[in-house]
């Protein structure tokens, strides 16, 4: 079975630009939750999709947006960008069907 | 006051030594995940627990579900160990991971 994979692995973005961040579920997961982690600090949880749609959000700004694709894979979209925004983006995909989580390597944003 | 609290925030070791990494929590869990990230990279997960315990070569983790607490063992450790050790709850009601701070462990050889 195939894990969970981001891309890009690394990325350098300019404070007002957009991103966008992609996220492949593991094989038979339909939910996939995505993870902020700055540096020196533990993940804080961003938003969770289950099968389409957002179930769950943290205490982010609507400039954090997502999409669930019926293939089950995800994008982050960031709006606006703000230096605070530098971060370790992580996404980790799950079933409904138990608790297991399967995380991805991340992608590391840094804006400039 | 988190609601999933590790302890030790730092953790040096000798290769060899029996180390042990605490996590209490507040919330009702449906389980207790053990995570592992080396400096700069993503998440590992070592362990899901919903009671007892479990082991996984070197590796033990226990639960008590009444106390509200787990544990994270390692036997025999090596500087390969050397990562953050993460314990985050999954919350039933509310279908997410909530982190622990995270223990920093090094272990010299």
């Known amino acids: ?112 | 006051k988190n609601e999933v609290e590790q302890s030790p925030q730092n953790l040096t070791a000798q290769e060899g030594e029996f180390i042990t990494i605490n996590c209490s929590y507040s919330v009702g869990i449906s389980a207790l995940h053990w995570l592992q990230q080396h400096p700069g990279g993503g998440i590992v997960s070592l362990f899901m627990l919903s009671s007892g315990k479990k082991k996984h070569g070197r590796l033990i983790a226990t639960i008590n579900i009444q106390e509200k607490h787990s544990s994270l063992h390692i036997t025999a450790s090596h500087p390969r160990d050397s990562a953050v050790y993460i314990c985050a709850a999954h919350g039933g009601a509310t279908n997410k991971l909530i982190f622990g701070t995270g223990t920093l462990l090094a272990v010299q050889p």
Do not use: M
């Not at chain 1, 195939?2 to 992609?22: A, E, Y």
């Not at chain 1, 996220?23 to 289950?50: D, E, K, M, R």
């Not at chain 1, 293939?71 to 960008?81: D, F, G, R």
């Open chain 1, 1 to 112: 079975e195939t894990g969970v994979t981001q891309s890009p692995t690394h990325l350098i973005k300019t404070r007002g630009q957009q991103v966008t961040l992609r996220c492949s579920s593991q094989s038979g997961h339909n939910t996939v939750s995505w993870y902020q982690q700055a540096l020196g600090q533990g993940p804080q949880f961003i938003f969770q999709y289950y099968r389409e749609e957002e179930n769950g959000r943290g205490n982010f700004p609507p400039r954090f947006s997502g999409l669930q694709f019926p293939n089950y894979s995800s994008e982050l979209n960031v709006n606006a960008l703000e230096l605070d925004d530098s971060a370790l983006y992580l996404c980790a995909s799950s079933s409904d069907s138990n608790y297991g989580y399967t995380f991805g390597s991340g992608t590391r944003l840094t804006v400039v």
